[in-house]
């Protein structure tokens, strides 16, 4: 369980890396997800 929590910790700062990029397209692709 504690792997998937990390796993999920890098794919979020991930996601916030490239929203700074195209933030309106990641929310989008994220908005599924969450």
Request: charged share 10%; glycine share 0%; hydrophobic share 50%.
């Amino acid at each position: 369980m504690l792997a998937s929590r990390i796993l999920c910790f890098r794919v979020l700062l991930s996601f916030t890396i490239h929203i700074r990029h195209t933030r309106s397209q990641v929310n989008i692709a994220v908005s599924p997800l969450c």
